[in-house]
């Protein structure tokens, strides 16, 4: 497992990571432009659930490749990552439960999301981030749920909208276990931090 992560942190890896979640975050604002188009202004930068947590994993991608650490982005993009990719996950599995159905999007979706919380985790050895990086995390993560699930803001399936309360539910708590997971990966293992080569 240790020559896959050293892998994971050499340059052509580091591009090609970068390139495929570049990709991904630009389908990912394309795949949410129905509902941004009517959205609130105020509420826009809390929509894209998905997309901005490989934003956010851009952006700590391209300190790696300056050999570098942005320790903020590092703990949003490993609490979105992990949270956002299962989540996205759990609501197609819940779509082909309801309707019997799966178009091959979902597939895709389902795929590529658990791709998201992966890397997530496979990237996790150079993190540096502290605890109060990841206290600011959990606030973020946290009020874009009450955002989401208050205010009527999360990503929209039709189909499952007899079920937002129980979604919004299991959604906080699928929060509150990707903090616990970053604080486990990172903050608690200090000594055992990869450097990047």
Avoid: C
Avoid at 19 to 28: D, Q, R, S
Avoid at 127 to 140: D, G, N, S, T
Avoid at 141 to 159: A, E, R
Wanted: avoid cysteine; aromatic fraction near 20%; hydrophobic fraction near 55%.
């Amino acid at each position: 497992m240790k020559w896959f992560q050293f892998l994971l942190g050499q340059r052509p890896m580091l591009l090609l990571v970068l390139a495929v979640n570049f990709l991904g975050t630009v389908y990912g604002y394309y795949w949410y432009l129905p509902q941004l188009l009517e959205t609130p202004a105020r509420f826009l930068v809390f929509v894209p659930d998905s997309p901005t947590a490989t934003f956010f994993f851009l952006f700590v991608l391209l300190s790696f490749l300056m050999k570098r650490n942005a320790k903020l982005f590092e703990a949003l993009a490993l609490v979105t990552l992990v949270k956002y990719g299962l989540w996205a996950v759990g609501m197609n599995l819940l779509v082909l439960f309801v309707t019997g159905e799966l178009p091959w999007q979902g597939y895709m979706l389902i795929g590529s999301h658990f791709a998201m919380a992966v890397q997530g985790v496979l990237y996790s050895p150079y993190f540096r981030f502290r605890l109060w990086h990841l206290v600011l995390a959990a606030i973020w993560t946290l009020h874009n749920d009450v955002i989401d699930y208050l205010f009527g803001m999360m990503p929209q399936y039709s189909m499952l909208s007899d079920y937002m309360t129980y979604i919004g539910y299991a959604t906080f708590w699928l929060s509150l276990f990707s903090i616990a997971l970053a604080y486990y990966l990172v903050v608690s293992k200090k000594q055992m931090k990869l450097d990047l080569p």
